[in-house]
C-alpha cells in the first residue's frame, strides 16, 4: 500500500530531472522514500533519483511482501504533462498494485493511468564503481548558461581543470567558446590537470533537469565519465547524473 | 447607415468567441445591438452572439427600407488579426452598404475590407427547440483547466451529473482524468444522473472563445446536446454555443 | 591592434540594426569608431551603420600600416547568438590581425570567432548621391505597429505625403489598411505631394532593427528610394537604411 501527498511543484522539479534522461523507468517505493536509477536508449546516460520520505507532507506505505519495496513502471513524461496544467497546489498519489494504476488526485481533478509492465521497461543498470580524482562545485546559473551558449557553437564539450582554473570549451567550424572559473570563483575545486570530451545535447538535456537546484557538483576525471550532483525538493532528493565520455 | 465606437478590447473578446465556431459569418445589424448565428463546416457546433447597442460607446443605426436590420458577411478572422496589433483604445466601425465595405478605424489607423456576399455564405441555422433538465454553473477557470488538461488525455470528453456531482471525464488509451465538484463547488447544479459525450476538439476551441468571461453556464441533458452560455462586454452581450453529442 | 569595452545590450542594438539588412559584412575599425556599409543579396537594400568611439566604456585603436583603419569581416548573426543568452554585461572585444580571430570575453566566458575572409564578401556599396525632397521625422512604436498590421494585410506598401499629411498604405486582395498622421502628429514634416512604392518583407525586417530607437526619419521622393535613419548607443550611433522603390 502506497499513499502521499506532496507539493505539486516539487514533484513536478522531481519529474523534470529523471526525464532529461529517460521518459519512463521503474520507480522504487520503499518506507523511506523513492527511488529510481535508470539508462537512456543509447545506454550512454545514467540517472539516479532518491526522494526521502519527508519531502512528502504525508507519505504511507507497508510493502507487505515486497521486502525491498514496490517497484512500479511509469511513464514520467505523462505525469508531467498532467502535472504542468496544475498550479502549485498538493497531489495526492496513490498505487493500487492488483490493479496496477497510479492514481493522482490534484483538488477536483482525479488522474489515473496505468503503470508499465516493469518486464517491458530497461533492467535498471548497475552503478559502475568509479573513482573521480576532481571534484567542482558551482552555481548553478553559470553552468547552465555556458551550456546553452555552448549549443550555439558546437556539439562535444570539453570539461576539465587546469591547476585553480575549471574549464568548459566547445569549438565549432569557425568559432570556439571557453568558460574559465578560477578556484575563488567557484563552490570548490579539487585543483589538478585532466579533462574529459562530451557530447553537448546529453548534458544540454540533464541542464534543463537542474533548473530549481542552485550548486551543482561535477566529479571529473581523465577520459573518464562525468558525474552530475544536485538536490531537488530543497534538500530533501538527490539526483545523480552519470554520462560517458567520447574519445577525442 | 450603421456607424459606431467600441473598446478595442471588448470587439476583440466577442470576435474571439464567435471564431471558436466559425471563421466568417452573417452578422445582423440592428437598432438594439449586433446578432449573428451560424454553424461550423462539419455542421456539430453552433454560435448564437449577441451584443446591446449599449456596449457601444457611440451606436448609430438607420435601417432604411431593412426590417429586420442589415445583413452583412464579415470575415471574422481578418478582423481580428488587424485587432490584435491595436492595444486597448477605441475603435470606430462604419459599414457602406453601396460599396459593401467595413471601415474600421483605430486612431489614425483606418482599415477597410469587402464585406462577404452573404449569399456565399452558410445559410443561417434554425435554433432547434431543446430542453435540458440539468443546468450546472461554474467558475470559468475549473472548466478551462479541466479542458486544457484533458487535450493531455484523449478526444472525446464526457459531461455528466451523478446526483450532487457535475462531472467532466475523459479517457486515453492508458489514462483517465476527471473533475468532479460537487454541488457546493458549484455556482449552481440541477441534480440528476445523466451524462453526454462529446469530441474535445470543439469544446477545446469554445474555451478559448470564453476567456474573458467569469462563469460559464453548462445545460445537459442524457445523450443530448450541449448548451455553452457565458457573457461577454461585461454582461452587455450573450454568447451561446450549441454541441452535438457523439454517440457512444 | 583594437580592443575595446562596451555594454552588452548596445553592442546587441548595434548587430541587430545591421542583421535587418545583412547577416555578414566588412566592419570598419579606426580611431574614430566602426563603420560598415552594405547591401543585401538580392542588391535592394543597403544599411550604413556609424558607432562612436565614445560608445565604448573603452577603446583603444593604433592602426600601424592602416591608414584607412582595420578592415574585418564579421558573421553578425553568430555574434549575435552568443550575446544573446547573457545579460546586460560588459563585453571586451579585441582583434587578432595575424590570426585573423575576434576575442569577445562576458565575465568569465570567452568567445573566439574566425573573422571572415574581406575578400570573400560583397564588395562595400558606393552611397549614391541622392536628393530626398520630403523628410518625416515620427514617433517608432506608430512605425512599427503599422508596419507589423500592415504585413497581415498585403505584400507591398505605399509611403507617401499628401500636403500635410503623411501616409502608409497597404492593400489586400479583400482589404486595405491606411496610417494618416497629419503634421501636427508628426515631428517633422515636409509638406508635398508623392509617394513611392516599397516591398513590405525589407521594411519590416527594417522595423525590426529599430526596436531600441525613439524616433525615425523617413526621407522620401516620388517613386524614388526611401531612407531610413535612426539612432543606436544613446545617440552615440547612427542607422541608416537605403531600399529601392517598386515601379508601380
Wanted: with cysteine; proline share 3%; aromatic share 8%.
Amino acid at each position: 500500500m502506497f499513499e502521499a501527498e506532496i507539493d505539486a511543484g516539487v514533484l513536478k522539479e522531481c519529474i523534470e530531472a529523471i526525464i532529461a534522461v529517460v521518459d519512463e523507468g521503474k520507480l522504487r517505493i520503499s518506507a523511506e522514500g523513492l527511488n529510481l536509477r535508470a539508462v537512456d536508449p543509447s545506454n550512454v546516460a545514467m540517472v539516479t533519483f532518491q526522494l526521502q520520505n519527508d519531502a512528502f507532507d504525508d507519505y504511507r506505505f507497508s510493502n507487505g511482501a515486497h521486502d525491498e519495496g514496490l517497484e512500479i513502471g511509469m511513464d514520467f513524461q505523462k505525469l508531467l504533462s498532467i502535472l504542468g496544467i496544475g498550479g502549485r497546489e498538493q497531489v495526492r498519489l496513490s498505487v493500487d498494485e492488483q490493479a496496477q494504476k497510479l492514481y493522482m488526485r490534484m483538488g477536483s481533478l482525479a488522474y489515473t493511468v496505468n503503470l508499465l509492465e516493469p518486464s517491458s521497461l530497461r533492467k535498471e543498470p548497475k552503478v559502475p564503481e568509479l573513482e573521480f580524482p576532481v571534484q567542482v562545485v558551482m552555481d548553478i546559473e553559470d553552468f547552465r548558461r555556458t551550456i546553452r551558449a555552448a549549443e550555439k557553437v558546437g556539439e562535444y564539450i570539453l570539461l576539465g581543470v587546469d591547476g585553480d582554473e575549471f574549464y568548459m570549451e566547445v569549438e565549432g567550424e569557425m568559432d570556439k567558446l571557453r568558460l574559465g572559473l578560477r578556484k575563488e570563483q567557484l563552490i570548490h575545486l579539487t585543483p589538478g590537470t585532466l579533462h574529459s570530451l562530451f557530447t553537448l545535447d546529453y548534458i544540454a538535456a540533464m541542464s534543463k533537469g537542474m533548473s530549481h537546484a542552485e550548486n551543482v557538483t561535477l566529479n571529473l576525471g581523465k577520459d573518464y565519465p562525468l558525474q552530475i550532483e544536485f538536490e531537488v525538493a530543497e534538500g530533501k532528493g538527490k539526483v545523480s547524473y552519470l554520462l560517458a565520455p567520447r574519445v577525442e
